[in-house]
């Protein structure tokens, strides 16, 4: 067994125009200054993290990790969430999500994934000058508008976008191969990835690609109903990130999954910072622990109610009160009496 690392805390929720939320070294010291041992960094905006820079220059890059490391900080993994959900958007979705990229490819979807692309190309080559092994990202949708079947699904067209999702993804998985780096798609809701069956369907569409990874959040499974404990059972040897985000399910006779278009402090299923939501992280921590996993334990803050400050500082104890420092011995060893092969087979009668 392996004991967790942590606790790390994912910055996207934190970074802001102020101090000390506004460069990486300022906010990366605050993580320390309250508890935290790592960092997980989003790549979206080059004036925190440069990731072009840090995919065509090692140097860049240790000198990221070099400064973190003079206040307490290690790199946790990068995120390339927003440009990740960018690799595969229904045209429905493109003015939304046409934030999500830089001014000179907006209203050009081709020039938009390639773009998104790319930057994939660069995490997988930043990881690896930053010796990560885990990566963090969104699959992206072609078939989320389809989620519920009314109108019914024409027969195919689910196999379909998963074939298109996979014809994407995999010369990015390949090269995150080359890297040595295992590509983490979180489960998400308005990702074509946002349950286990659909895991398995794009796992089925890429031959089970080796570095087509899980990144492991609770928060999003509880919210559909998913066993999330069991779900650690099924894909424990893909699972290779970890989120730890907490969320509530309050069902009434108004409101269920759907929210019913409620801002998320009304919804029936809202995010909640550490201990305050119906997660049992108990049995997850142990569960992970007991499946070997290697990977760090991150806060990802998201609450409707609670300050973000207060939530981090709560989180980091939290985390570091629930990780497993697993044993190097059997509780029984004391009673143990010592046996060969020969004592073996004459207990058995043989």
């Given at each position: 067994?392996?004991?967790?690392?942590?606790?790390?805390?994912?910055?996207a929720?934190f970074?802001?125009d102020s101090?000390?939320y506004?460069?990486?070294?300022?906010?990366?010291?605050?993580?320390s200054?309250?508890g935290?041992?790592?960092v997980?960094?989003?790549t979206?905006d080059?004036?925190?993290f440069?990731?072009?820079?840090?995919?065509?220059?090692k140097?860049?890059?240790?000198?990221v990790?070099?400064?973190l490391?003079e206040?307490?900080?290690?790199i946790?993994?990068?995120?390339?969430?927003l440009q990740?959900q960018?690799?595969?958007v229904?045209?429905?979705?493109d003015?939304?999500f046409?934030g999500f990229?830089?001014t000179?490819v907006?209203?050009?979807p081709?020039?938009r994934?390639?773009?998104?692309?790319?930057?994939?190309?660069?995490?997988a080559?930043?990881?690896?000058?930053?010796?990560?092994?885990?990566?963090?990202?969104f699959?992206?949708?072609?078939?989320?508008?389809?989620?519920?079947p009314?109108?019914?699904?024409?027969?195919?067209?689910?196999?379909?976008g998963?074939?298109?999702?996979?014809?994407?993804?995999?010369p990015?998985?390949?090269?995150?191969d080359?890297n040595?780096?295992?590509?983490?798609y979180?489960?998400?809701?308005?990702?074509?990835?946002?349950?286990?069956?659909s895991?398995e369907?794009f796992l089925?569409?890429?031959d089970s690609?080796?570095?087509a990874?899980?990144l492991?959040d609770?928060?999003?499974?509880?919210?559909?109903?998913?066993?999330?404990?069991?779900?650690?059972?099924?894909?424990?040897e893909?699972?290779?990130m970890?989120?730890?985000?907490?969320?509530?399910?309050?069902?009434?006779?108004?409101?269920?999954?759907?929210?019913?278009?409620?801002s998320?402090?009304?919804?029936?299923g809202r995010?909640?910072?550490?201990g305050d939501?119906?997660?049992?992280?108990?049995?997850?921590?142990?569960?992970?622990a007991?499946?070997?996993?290697?990977?760090?334990?991150?806060m990802?803050?998201?609450?409707?109610?609670k300050?973000?400050?207060?939530g981090?500082v709560?989180?980091a104890?939290?985390?570091?009160?629930?990780?497993?420092?697993?044993?190097?011995?059997?509780?029984d060893?004391?009673?143990?009496?010592?046996?060969?092969?020969?004592?073996?087979?004459?207990?058995?009668?043989?």
């Amino acid at each position: 067994m392996k004991t967790l690392k942590g606790p790390g805390i994912f910055l996207a929720q934190f970074l802001g125009d102020s101090a000390p939320y506004n460069d990486l070294l300022s906010i990366s010291e605050w993580a320390s200054s309250i508890g935290f041992k790592g960092v997980q960094i989003p790549t979206s905006d080059p004036t925190i993290f440069d990731l072009q820079k840090a995919a065509e220059s090692k140097t860049y890059a240790q000198e990221v990790q070099g400064q973190l490391k003079e206040v307490g900080i290690e790199i946790t993994e990068l995120s390339t969430h927003l440009q990740g959900q960018l690799i595969a958007v229904h045209p429905a979705y493109d003015q939304l999500f046409d934030g999500f990229a830089p001014t000179e490819v907006r209203n050009n979807p081709k020039a938009r994934t390639e773009w998104a692309t790319q930057q994939l190309i660069y995490a997988a080559q930043a990881s690896a000058n930053l010796g990560l092994t885990e990566h963090a990202t969104f699959s992206g949708s072609l078939l989320w508008h389809m989620v519920y079947p009314w109108p019914q699904r024409p027969s195919g067209v689910v196999e379909t976008g998963f074939k298109e999702l996979a014809k994407r993804w995999i010369p990015i998985l390949n090269e995150f191969d080359r890297n040595g780096v295992d590509l983490c798609y979180e489960i998400h809701p308005g990702e074509d990835l946002h349950d286990g069956i659909s895991y398995e369907r794009f796992l089925e569409a890429t031959d089970s690609h080796p570095r087509a990874c899980l990144l492991y959040d609770p928060s999003h499974l509880l919210l559909q109903g998913i066993d999330y404990l069991s779900y650690i059972d099924h894909y424990h040897e893909r699972i290779k990130m970890f989120h730890v985000k907490d969320a509530e399910f309050n069902p009434d006779g108004k409101q269920g999954v759907y929210g019913g278009y409620s801002s998320w402090i009304e919804r029936a299923g809202r995010f909640r910072s550490l201990g305050d939501g119906q997660v049992d992280f108990k049995s997850i921590f142990s569960k992970l622990a007991a499946y070997d996993f290697n990977g760090w334990a991150v806060m990802e803050w998201e609450c409707a109610l609670k300050s973000s400050e207060v939530g981090a500082v709560e989180g980091a104890k939290f985390i570091r009160e629930h990780i497993i420092p697993v044993t190097e011995k059997a509780f029984d060893d004391f009673a143990a009496t010592g046996t060969d092969e020969n004592f073996n087979r004459n207990i058995l009668g043989l």
